[in-house]
């Protein structure tokens, strides 16, 4: 080198410098891909947040409360259940959405939470579709057409026949506007010729306390709420929305669509994360829900309350939402639900 004129020499540093500077960038570039690895790697090393949308007892929270316990034995880590009930579930998504990214907060994402509340409300604090990284479809369940004692009706028809004489009569406890409670009871007006009077809650559990109670007529409900109260007489069945009886949470009870054929509404749950979820972690989770539920506590759990355990890929799940999405847009339309 020291043959190379003044010239040379600068003209050879300054090479150098530039390619000591795309090494530098290039490892800057590769820094979040290789933190991101690291991360994954070490997933989970302290306790997840799984915020539940609804106030305890009801069948999301039942379930939910089940699968987090399995998933906190598999995972090594707890797995605490928070509740965020209200706002027809967009408080609890609305938090979920803005959690960071890192695995350590996970959302019970609904059908309710994530398509109805979507095309039922002009604006929300997420986007469905953008917010969230889909990672397991959990279970999906029919809802349960359950009266008080005192209503005297012993069948849908007969139901149908006293909502007829007293119109604006009969109430009909909601969780709230566009979610499945909701839509069943409007569907059922609409296929019916029935008016209701609708009365919305902010969960579950304070909406059938107050069916208990008599200070409202009926409901539609899911199992893990309902079924108990049934099966000790405090309320009667008389039909539920699955295509299908559910003979072993409901013995001998009909489907709405035996009487009106083509009213089916199963709710479905699933399990969600904010957006930008690191790919490994979603796999890592997506594995373990599916031993999960593969437990026969959980199968038996399910069977009670006459719901499905739906294992899927994150893909599918994400599908499920955005067709959804779509072709609920149409039937909530046709049931005359405007967007509020």
């Known amino acids: ?75 090594g880590q707890p797995v605490i259940i928070e509740n965020m009930p209200g706002a027809s579930q967009a408080i609890g998504a609305a938090a979920a959405a803005k959690a960071p990214a890192d695995g350590y907060t996970l959302f019970m994402g609904t059908q309710s939470g994530l398509v109805l509340n979507s095309i039922a409300r002009k604006k929300l604090p997420y986007d469905p579709v953008k917010d969230f990284t889909p990672i397991s479809m959990l279970f999906s369940s029919p809802l349960y057409l359950v009266v008080h004692p005192s209503v005297e009706a012993n069948s849908v028809k007969e139901l149908i026949a006293l909502a007829k004489a007293k119109p604006d009569f009969y109430t009909v406890a909601t969780i709230g506007e566009g979610t499945s409670t909701h839509l069943a009871s409007v569907m059922f007006e609409t296929k019916t010729g029935v008016n209701l009077m609708q009365v919305s809650y902010k969960g579950s559990a304070p909406a059938i306390t107050d069916v208990l109670g008599g200070r409202v007529h009926m409901m539609f409900e ?63 989770l997506n594995k373990e829900i599916k031993e999960v539920q593969k437990s026969p506590k959980l199968l038996e759990l399910a069977a009670n309350l006459g719901a499905d355990v739906l294992p899927s890929t994150p893909e599918q799940l994400g599908t499920r939402i955005r067709n959804e999405l779509r072709d609920y847009a149409k039937v909530m339309k046709d049931a005359g639900i405007e967007p509020q």
């Open 1 to 75: 080198m020291t043959n190379l004129t003044s010239k040379t020499r600068r003209k050879l540093l300054t090479c150098m410098s530039a390619a000591a500077l795309a090494i530098a960038i290039g490892t800057v570039g590769m820094m979040p891909s290789a933190q991101a690895q690291s991360g994954a790697a070490a997933y989970p090393n302290r306790p997840i947040k799984f915020i539940v949308p609804y106030s305890p007892g009801g069948l999301g929270d039942s379930f939910a409360r089940a699968v987090g316990q399995d998933l906190s034995e598999r995972l």
């Open 222 to 284: 899911g199992g893990a709420s309902a079924l108990p109260y049934v099966r000790q007489g405090k309320l009667r069945a008389l039909a539920s929305t699955a295509d299908e009886r559910t003979e072993k949470a409901a013995p001998g009870l009909p489907t709405l669509a035996e009487t009106f054929p083509g009213f089916s509404l199963e709710v479905w749950f699933g399990l969600v994360a904010p957006a930008g979820l690191p790919k490994p972690i979603v796999d890592r």
